[in-house]
């Protein structure tokens, strides 16, 4: 069973900065591709970036290209992807979830289907 586990939330004020990290446990675990999804109050969950484990390619929403940054780190068992926040803007406000996905899928990465592990959420808040 693998267990991700979302940290780094906060309140910022606009154009600030956050780190997130997701945390993921479980001495089997090899994600193909890890992501990032945010779901705003009353809206849908929505992708904001993901990457691929071995190779490292990074893919993004047009929404937050050019602020914010996916990477991760393999450190014996312990795999965390971390995803780094510039400029923020008050719309970026949501829940933001970390995902894994463990099995070969031709669905894209970013619809949330491709994805089987999911964090707990942790809550992003930026005012104006």
């Known amino acids: 069973q693998v267990q991700l586990v979302e940290s780094g939330g906060g309140l910022v004020q606009a154009g600030g900065s956050l780190r997130l990290s997701c945390a993921a446990s479980g001495r089997t675990f090899r994600p193909y591709i890890m992501g990032w999804f945010r779901q705003a109050p009353g809206k849908d969950r929505e992708f904001v970036a993901a990457i691929t484990w071995s190779g490292g390619t990074t893919y993004y929403a047009d929404s937050v290209k050019g602020r914010f940054t996916i990477s991760r780190e393999n450190v014996f068992v312990k795999k965390t992807v971390f995803l780094q926040m510039n400029s923020l803007k008050p719309e970026d406000t949501a829940v933001y979830y970390c995902?894994?996905?463990?099995?070969?899928?031709?669905?894209?990465?970013?619809?949330?289907?491709?994805?089987?592990?999911w964090g707990q959420g942790t809550q992003v808040t930026v005012s104006s």
């Open positions: 995902a894994a996905a463990t099995f070969v899928s031709s669905l894209r990465y970013d619809s949330a289907s491709r994805y089987d592990d």
